[in-house]
């Protein structure tokens, strides 16, 4: 099992772009997860779906933040436009049901 | 707000000696709860868990404790090795409202020192 692949690994973007961050959950997890990772807050849940469909986007921060998962083995995470106090490392997860989540190795997001 | 607490951003202790993280919560509903261990550059894994119909769980050198009455669990390293040099989050989740939903802490960083 390759575990859950996120692309890419490193992102350096100027304020006012858009990025996109990508991520392959593992076959056969029911749960997708998209948690941000800052100094201040520690690991926040942005938001996460169950069998593709969003069902508690409560932190996602802003309406500039937008995620999808179009199918059982691909989610995006969108901000737009991009912020430097998004700057943190962005991770996918993923779980079966009724077990912790399973994460990716991250995306480092750096908005200069 | 933040429903789980790490208080201690860091930690140093000695090779060979017990290291102790904790972790605080404040949602009365939480009855599941993980460890996770982070290196850099890597994203976190699962360690060990706990729900709460025990107050106890051991795996190898890993133990957690966890104290219903005062929301608190900690998570006993014995005994310390460098490897274990780390940042360590604790998460919770409420089993009979939305299992899957994990709430994490900051983290603790532990360095153990050779």
């Known amino acids: 099992d390759a575990g859950v692949i996120q692309s890419p690994r490193h992102e350096v973007t100027e304020m006012g772009q858009e990025v996109t961050l990508r991520c392959k959950p593992i076959?056969?997890?029911?749960?997708l997860f998209w948690y941000r990772q800052t100094m201040m807050r520690g690991l926040e849940l942005l938001i996460y779906?169950?069998?593709?469909?969003?069902?508690?986007d409560s932190g996602m921060p802003e309406d500039r933040f937008s995620a999808k998962m179009p199918n059982a083995s691909f989610s995006t995470l969108k901000i737009q436009p991009s912020e430097p106090r998004d700057s943190a490392v962005y991770f996918c997860?993923?779980?079966?049901?009724?077990?912790?989540?399973?994460f990716g190795n991250g995306t480092r997001l750096t908005v200069t | 707000d933040q429903q789980v607490k790490q208080n201690s951003p860091s930690l140093s202790v000695q090779e060979g000696r017990i290291s102790i993280l904790n972790c605080d919560y404040t949602?009365?509903?939480?009855?599941?709860f993980l460890w996770y261990k982070k290196y850099p550059a890597e994203g976190p894994t699962f360690l060990i868990s706990?729900?709460?119909?025990?107050d106890k769980n051991e795996d190898g050198r890993f133990t957690v404790f966890l104290n219903k009455s005062a929301k608190h669990l900690s998570l006993h390293i014995v005994p310390s090795q460098p490897g274990d040099s780390a940042v360590y989050f604790c998460?919770?989740?409420?089993?009979?409202?939305?299992?899957?939903?994990?709430?994490f802490g900051s983290g603790t960083k532990l360095n153990v020192k050779p």
């Open positions: 997860a993923s779980s079966p049901r009724r077990e912790g989540p399973h």
């Open positions: 706990i729900s709460s119909i025990k």
């Open positions: 076959s056969g997890h029911d749960y």
């Open positions: 779906f169950n069998n593709n469909v969003p069902i508690d």
């Open positions: 998460a919770a989740s409420a089993i009979g409202y939305n299992f899957n939903k994990f709430y």
């Open positions: 949602n009365s509903m939480f009855d599941y």
